[in-house]
């Protein structure tokens, strides 16, 4: 009965009307564990980017695009007892989108394309007056993974950061299995680390971490 808030998939962020910046999430993550909350009896609201994965049955599915809509709807989903940051949001969105296509200038330059920083959502959530009792997020990191999911945790003002190896040779970005270490603190002892395993058994093991924290 807890009202769970989980994001999911990439946002893609608009170039012109015919192109965009995006990345390789796949969705299904945060789909894993949107679904299994629910299936745990949470009424959850998946606010999603743009994924080819069905809506898991039973959730309250958004659809947005870009990380401004993201935080949009997630601020219109609250109050949530629960947060679980789990997409991949665009660090960035394109200055001044235009309206009409870019159009190539024989032998001219090609267009620059100036960026502005995109809302951190896990961070407003963090800091939000209606702030979830229990606020986890992901970091995704290619080197360095406990040092950098540390750091996250404290800039970000979550209580819980999974922090997963996505470098290219571990196929977790896009892939069927994940490699979690639950951090919650600067204490490393304290770090709870899953093996290896699917990420609807990633979904599982923190369903049931989040059910033992609230009881
Ligand atoms: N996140 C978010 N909004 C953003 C960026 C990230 O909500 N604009 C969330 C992600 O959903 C994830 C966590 O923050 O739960 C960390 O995301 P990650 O991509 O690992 O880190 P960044 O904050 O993007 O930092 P960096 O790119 O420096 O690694």
């Known amino acids: 009965g807890r009202h769970a808030l989980v994001t999911s998939g990439p946002t893609i962020e608009p170039i ?20 299994e909350l629910a299936s ?6 998946l606010v999603s980017g743009p994924v080819t994965l069905p809506s898991p049955p039973a959730v309250e599915l958004v659809e947005v695009e870009t990380a401004r809509q993201m935080l949009e709807a997630c601020e219109a989903a609250l109050p949530a007892e629960i947060a679980v940051c789990a997409a991949a949001v665009a660090d960035w969105h394109v200055k001044d989108a235009g309206t009409a296509k870019l159009k190539k200038q024989d032998g001219g330059p090609p267009p620059p394309i100036e960026l502005a920083e995109n809302p951190d959502i896990l961070r407003r959530l963090s800091s939000h007056e209606a702030r979830p009792d229990l606020v986890v997020g992901f970091a995704a990191e290619t080197g ?16 819980w950061i999974l922090a997963n190896d996505v470098a290219p040779d571990t196929g977790t970005f896009g892939g069927d299995d994940n490699e979690i270490c639950l951090i919650s603190g600067a204490d490393e002892t304290a770090d709870e680390c899953w ?9 599982r093991a923190l369903s ?8």
């Open 195 to 203: 093996e290896r395993q699917s990420k609807t058994g990633v979904a």
């Open 144 to 159: 360095n993974l406990r040092e950098n999911a540390a750091a996250k945790l404290t800039r970000k003002g979550c209580d």
């Open 208 to 215: 049931a971490r989040i059910i033992k924290h609230f009881s």
């Open 40 to 45: 745990r009896g949470a009424r959850v609201t």
């Open 16 to 35: 012109d009307p015919v192109r965009f910046i995006a990345n390789r999430s796949s969705g299904k993550q945060g789909h894993a564990i949107a679904a």
